[in-house]
T-cell receptor, first 107, second 113 residues
Framework: KNEVEQSPQNLTAQEGEFITINCSYS?????LHWLQQHPGGGIVSLFM???GKKKHGRLIATINIQEKHSSLHITASHPRDSAVYIC?????????FGTGTSLTVIP | EAGVVQSPRYKIIEKKQPVAFWCNPI?????LYWYLQNLGQGPELLIR????????DSQLPKDRFSAERLKGVDSTLKIQPAELGDSAVYLC???????????FGPGTRLTVL
């Protein structure tokens, strides 16, 4: 059993749609990261959360520590948002990664 | 904008030999991280620099590992002597002050024979 479960694994959306990617975890964590990887590109850390909600442009990340659940939302999606989004939980000195969600936004 | 640059991309050495990895962070990023990633596992932080100061090196095996960031820009991670168990991917990442976003380099895959 994976310590981190992500859903959906694959997601196709029309440009402009509101997108939600979910992450559930089973271990105690010090923080949770949402990562983005474009095809052939490096990994970029979008958010680090330990509680509540963070917003950066069209991206919103929320976390519920009691429920061990986090969501990444993309508003007004755009083709350039097409990438793999990875949830990673931080145990202080080690990460556990989710399997990733491959997002394709169609013009 | 250029990303985080690491070299070499691959390195194969015999055990007991020394090895060094180099990282050039994104221009203007004052925080630099070195991670170790074993196959099938997530990255483990080895050391974090704020400018030229190592602010977190608690996970760095100091008997054989050393790192430096003398001018607060690029950094070198060294292993001397290397052991078989050091075979892994060594990732470098950087971030700018006041942000959570870490940008990762492509990594150096080390194989110790």
């Amino acid at each position: 059993k994976n310590e981190v479960e992500q859903s959906p694994q694959n997601l196709t959306a029309q440009e402009g749609e509101f997108i939600t990617i979910n992450c559930s975890y089973s271990v105690g964590i010090s923080a949770l990261h949402w990562l983005q990887q474009h095809p052939g590109g490096g990994i970029v850390s979008l958010f680090m959360l330990s509680s509540g909600k963070k917003k950066h442009g069209r991206l919103i990340a929320t976390i519920n520590i009691q429920e061990k659940h986090s969501s990444l939302h993309i508003t007004a999606s755009h083709p350039r948002d097409s990438a793999v989004y990875i949830c990673a939980v931080d145990l202080g000195n080690q990460f556990y990664f989710g399997t990733g969600t491959s997002l394709t936004v169609i013009p | 904008e250029a990303g985080v640059v690491q070299s070499p991309r691959y390195k194969i050495i015999e055990k007991k030999q020394p090895v060094a990895f180099w990282c050039n962070p994104i221009s203007g990023h004052n925080t630099l991280y070195w991670y170790l990633q074993n196959l099938g596992q997530g990255p483990e932080l080895l050391i974090r620099y704020e400018n030229e100061e190592a602010v977190d090196d608690s996970q760095l095996p100091k008997d054989r590992f050393s790192a430096e960031r003398l001018k607060g820009v690029d950094s070198t991670l060294k292993i001397q002597p290397a052991e078989l168990g050091d075979s892994a991917v060594y990732l470098c990442a950087s971030s700018s002050e006041g942000t959570d976003t870490q940008y990762f380099g492509p990594g150096t895959r080390l194989t110790v024979l």
